[in-house]
């Protein structure tokens, strides 16, 4: 997607790169680099950047003996399994910032990025704290602590009996199985996120590498976290204009604290990726089993009109006097990416997806089958999103109609999102340990 010299471009890329349209790796991993196939993609102007995923990685080692040498030098070694599996997907990113450093310094840091994410365990611990103390325990406003049993029965704890206490800090009480309440601190897990993208970040110590932080549980916080500390973050598992608008927040205040800390803004990037393909799995799913006569008519609708509402928001945050304020000190606008992780798609499938969604500067990640499939495709018909509020508004309206609600698939989907990294990154642990 990216000009470079003496690269052969299809019409179709440059029909792509006319619309402002940039596209990725998505199933990145060392095989792609010693079969070549990064250099391929690089060199023939399709690459803006990649996504290196744990289930990725994790195939390749069992499919393969590219991570051999590596895995035997680090079974001599005392690291813990985590740390050797940030010490593989570390160099994997290197190789790929390598790899693409031309890209990113021809287009001063446009493209040219290698996303790569920290361990889901802590965002996922933080995710269920939220939601024991939102289901299991509240407080009213006389004080008393209220439980709800597994009946749905309430009960009044007074906080003298059972020393139940929140604070100002942030600590949670948690109710555990035996009924006990255990304080539990958000603030441990935020600090955890915070240090493992900081610490990722520096053992790649390339100037193009993202870290990937999902928004559950203290995500959001963390991404404010790590982009005050001047590191550029990829901000996952969006599937709503709301949390889109609050990972647009949060890239807004980090970019903010990292200039009154002395970094650079034009050095601090984020990108923000949707994932419609899952989006638009289950809500089909949820229209098959309805009982409602117009919800076939909807099905495939839903990410696509997702898609055009967030970037609707996206063209008002570029508008607004606090990003104009930010522009001044030389920020970038967070990219939007498009994706359809964990759900199988062929090539034709996945360009399809980019036919629907087309619109200036943003991101398709494609599994590489289908970059290579790009220059056999007749074309395209331009900008898809931009101007098409009102139809997206109707298709949300109809789908409310036959009883599904955006918001609250949403929100499903953030949780199975993180469950999905979550045993991926524990497949990966077990490959490594394996090897």
């Known amino acids: 997607m990216i000009t470079r010299p003496r690269s052969k471009r299809s019409g179709v890329l440059n029909q792509l790169t006319a619309e402002g349209v940039g596209l ?23 690459l803006g950047g990649v996504v290196s995923r744990p289930a990725a990685v994790a195939r390749a080692m069992s499919d393969s003996t590219v991570y051999g040498d590596q895995l035997n030098r680090l079974s001599g070694t005392v690291a813990s399994a ?5 010490a593989i997907l570390a160099e994997d990113a290197r190789a790929a910032c390598t790899a693409l450093e031309p890209v990113f310094r021809a287009t001063k840091g446009m493209h040219g990025w290698v996303s790569l994410g920290i361990a889901p365990r802590p965002a996922a611990d933080a995710e269920a704290m939220a939601d024991h103390s939102g289901r299991l325990a509240q407080i009213d406003h006389s004080g008393r602590l209220t439980e709800i049993d597994h009946s749905g029965r309430l009960a009044e704890i007074d906080h003298s009996e059972r020393l139940a206490q929140i604070d100002h800090s942030g600590r949670l009480a948690q109710i555990d199985h035996s009924g006990r309440l255990a304080q539990i601190d958000h603030s441990e897990r935020l600090a955890e996120m915070v240090d493992h993208s900081r610490r990722l ?47 647009v927040e949060a890239y807004f205040h980090g970019l903010e604290r990292a200039a009154a800390g002395g970094h650079a803004a034009s050095a601090v990037a984020s990108l923000v990726s949707l994932d419609i393909g899952r989006l638009d799995a289950r809500v089909d799913a949820l229209l098959d089993g309805s009982a409602d006569p117009g919800a076939a008519t909807l099905r495939g609708q839903a990410g696509v009109a997702t898609a055009r509402l967030v970037y609707r928001r996206y063209e008002e945050s570029l508008g607004c ?9 030389g920020a970038r606008p967070q990219r939007l990416l498009w994706t359809s992780e964990n759900t199988p798609e062929s090539a034709r499938a996945a360009l399809d ?15 590489q089958p289908a970059l290579e499939a790009l220059n056999r495709r007749e074309g395209f018909h331009g900008d898809t999103l931009s101007g098409e509020h009102g139809a997206a508004c109707r298709v949300v309206e109809a789908l409310g109609e036959v009883g599904v609600v955006l918001d609250s698939v949403a929100r499903d989907l953030e949780a199975a999102a993180t469950a999905s990294e979550c045993a991926a990154w524990d497949r990966l642990l077990t490959a490594v340990q394996a090897g």
Do not use: C, K
């Open 24 to 46: 990725w790796l998505d199933d990145y991993h060392r095989g792609r680099l010693a079969d070549g196939g990064l250099e391929r993609l690089v060199a023939g102007g399709l």
């Open 321 to 329: 006097p606090h990003w104009r304020s930010l522009v001044a000190e």
């Open 82 to 86: 985590e740390d050797r599996v940030y």
């Open 353 to 367: 997806r980019v036919e629907r969604l087309i619109a200036w500067m943003t991101l398709h990640a494609l599994p």
């Open 201 to 247: 970040a520096e053992m790649v110590d390339r100037p193009n590498v993202l870290i990937r932080i999902p928004v559950a549980g203290r995500g959001l916080a963390a991404v404010g976290d790590v982009l005050a500390h001047g590191v550029a973050v990829h901000v996952t598992s969006v599937y709503s204009v709301q949390r889109y608008a609050q990972a």
